[in-house]
Nanobody, 114 residues
Framework: VQLQASGGGLVQAGGSLRLSCVAS????????MGWYRQAPGKQRELVAA???????NYADSVKGRFTISRDIAKNTVDLQMNNLKPEDTAVYYC?????????WGQGTLVTVSS
């Protein structure tokens, strides 16, 4: 499975960005898809995930601000990020789990200025 992430950029605090991840195969066949992020000097962490039956999970730090969604017809999983904060600055990665396999997309940089 190949994952292509896009949508990162520079935004002021309080602004919004929408990240998109396109998969090379049907996302309905993938167990879980999610967005992770890694800030400089920190470990990669889960931001949000969605299962193949539509259940979602969010990091406490983004609850109420970020929304993960999917379009099965387009094989995309998006992350709508609102009310962005400087601490959201990181490289964001798309991830897919399929059985025992894990796939990562390339990162997309999100920079939030104060």
């Amino acid at each position: 499975v190949q994952l292509q992430a896009s949508g990162g950029g520079l935004v002021q605090a309080g602004g919004s960005l929408r990240l998109s991840c396109v998969a090379s195969r049907s996302i309905f066949s993938l167990n879980v898809m999610g967005w992770y992020r890694q800030a400089p000097g920190k470990q990669r962490e889960l931001v949000a995930a969605i299962t193949n039956n539509g259940n979602t999970n969010y990091a406490d730090s983004v609850k109420g601000r970020f929304t993960i969604s999917r379009d099965i017809a387009k094989n995309t999983v998006d992350l709508q990020m609102n009310n962005l904060k400087p601490e959201d600055t990181a490289v964001y990665y798309c991830k897919a789990d399929h059985g025992i396999y894990t796939y990562w997309g390339q990162g997309t940089l999100v920079t939030v200025s104060s």
